[in-house]
């Protein structure tokens, strides 16, 4: 297995590789997500104690406990008695993590909107390759993981959103989107008024001359690139036709929640089908993540998530068939 021997002098360079993030209509705060930030949390996800994070295991037990103190030392409320909340579709003990931001007017603080991202992985393999034999699962999905992580640092800072807001990092995804089905059952069965689901996969690599910096699964079936843009005021989002053929829409931890809600629940990745090739493969490992690109792609992410979160009416609507 590859080692991180180059970790430490990574993170002491990215000290003067943060990028500004500025919410100017709505907070007029400076806010910086920082790189090293990002490589902390990455690297730890990914790296050969959590053996691959498959549902169930100790190795997931570790992710799940780094999540949680992530979200208590940040003031996150767990949304249930606790912040795992236990499968009930699966045959092993597995756990969502979902932390909690109440909403600040008093109006529409009883609507929520989902920001997610699934935690679990494949584990190991009986035969590996070249003797290494863990699936480390850094683009798919600790990259996710991370933008969630950083996103959710945002808004307990702050604390800004005038609708609730659920944090939420899924299990067994990997066995068929299991954790999603479960929470987006429980949540419909609570009758929570969800404006939109937004989801991360796959963010580590850059994709090859798109013309934007990530796309959108599920494109459209609604108006939330478009809106997206409109807030950004540039061409953040975009349309990737490969995505249709692979009907990557009902791929991710989105797609529970729009069958549950029938409101828009999207996903957002920068795998194009060329710029990674070792997808369940021993060799996605921390090491081949563009943590700059990470950075950017979550910084550019968050005011546009906020402006989104804060809109006085629900500008983001399913698109009529």
Do not use: C, W
């Not at 169930?56 to 103190?69: Q, W």
């Not at 089908?273 to 550019?300: A, G, R």
């Amino acid at each position: 297995m590859k080692k991180i021997v180059f970790l430490i002098s990574f993170v002491g360079l990215s000290l003067h590789a943060q990028t500004n993030v500025t919410s100017k209509n709505i907070s007029k705060v400076n806010y910086q997500v920082s790189e090293q930030n990002v490589i902390k949390t990455l690297s730890y996800l990914t790296s050969d104690e959590l053996e691959g994070r498959d549902s169930g295991s100790e190795g997931i037990e570790k992710a799940a406990v780094y999540l949680e103190n992530l979200l208590k030392e940040n003031g996150i409320k767990p949304y249930f008695k606790t912040y795992r909340d236990t499968l009930s579709n699966f045959d092993k003990p597995a756990f969502n993590i979902v932390g909690y931001i109440e909403g600040t007017d008093k109006k529409l603080k009883n609507e929520f909107v989902v920001i997610g991202a699934h935690y679990d992985h494949i584990g190991m393999l009986q035969n590996g390759v070249n003797g290494d034999v863990i699936v480390n699962g850094a683009n798919d999905n600790a990259t996710g993981t991370t933008a969630v992580t950083e996103v959710a640092k945002y808004f307990a800072k702050f604390k800004n959103n005038k609708r609730s807001v659920l944090f939420v990092f899924f299990s067994a995804e990997e066995k068929g989107l299991l954790g999603s089905k479960h929470l987006a059952a429980k949540l419909k069965s609570q009758k929570m008024d969800l404006y939109f689901m937004f989801n991360f996969e796959m963010i580590g690599v850059p994709m090859k001359d798109k013309g934007m910096d990530f796309y959108l699964t599920g494109f459209g079936k609604s108006n939330m690139a478009t809106t997206m843009n409109e807030y950004a005021r540039e061409k953040l989002v975009g349309y990737l036709p490969i995505e249709t053929k692979y009907m990557l829409f009902r791929a991710s931890d989105n797609y529970p929640f729009f069958t549950e809600f029938n409101v828009p629940a999207q996903t957002v990745s920068t795998f194009d089908f060329e710029n990674f090739q070792f997808y369940h493969q021993p060799d996605d490992e921390f090491e081949l993540m563009d943590t700059k690109h990470m950075t950017t792609v979550i910084s550019k992410t968050i005011p546009v998530l906020e402006k989104m979160i804060n809109a006085p009416k629900k500008e983001i609507k399913l698109n009529e068939k």
